[in-house]
């Protein structure tokens, strides 16, 4: 019973910048982590990031450990992936979701967003 909005896709040049927003309402409460996923056109949805409430404890998919930053700020309900660097591989819809435990797995999220396009030009 929580809703998620992602926010913040466009069209970039590889090396640029992005920050994606993902906005939470409803039940918010049961968040107990965050995650940021992605899918390309003909791929399988794949893990990004993840952060605990808690503590703010971090999990980074190896693809982007050193460029894309996971941060929330729990006040205003808000999850952010700041994207450093971008690659033309980085291209996709971006989705936030919420789970129960920080995880990579998707099948473990139970709430997911509408998604938001994030495209990088060679």
């Known amino acids: 019973q929580v809703q998620l909005v992602e926010s913040g896709g466009g069209l970039v040049q590889a090396g640029d910048s992005l920050r994606l927003s993902c906005a939470a309402s409803?039940?918010?409460?049961?968040?107990?982590?965050m995650g940021w996923f992605r899918q390309a056109p003909g791929k399988e949805r794949e893990f990004v990031a993840a952060?605990?409430?808690?503590?703010?404890?971090?999990y980074y998919a190896d693809s982007v450990k050193g460029r894309f930053t996971i941060s929330r700020d729990n006040a205003k309900n808000t999850v952010y992936l700041q994207m450093n660097s971008l690659k033309p591989e980085d291209t996709a819809v971006y989705y936030c979701?919420?789970?129960?435990?920080?995880?990579?797995?998707?099948?473990?999220?139970?709430?997911w967003g509408q998604g938001t396009q994030v495209t990088v030009s060679s």
């Open positions: 952060i605990r409430r808690r503590d703010e404890n971090t």
């Open positions: 409803g039940r918010t409460f049961s968040s107990y982590a």
């Open positions: 979701a919420a789970a129960d435990v920080l995880t990579p797995t998707p099948a473990l999220y139970h709430n």
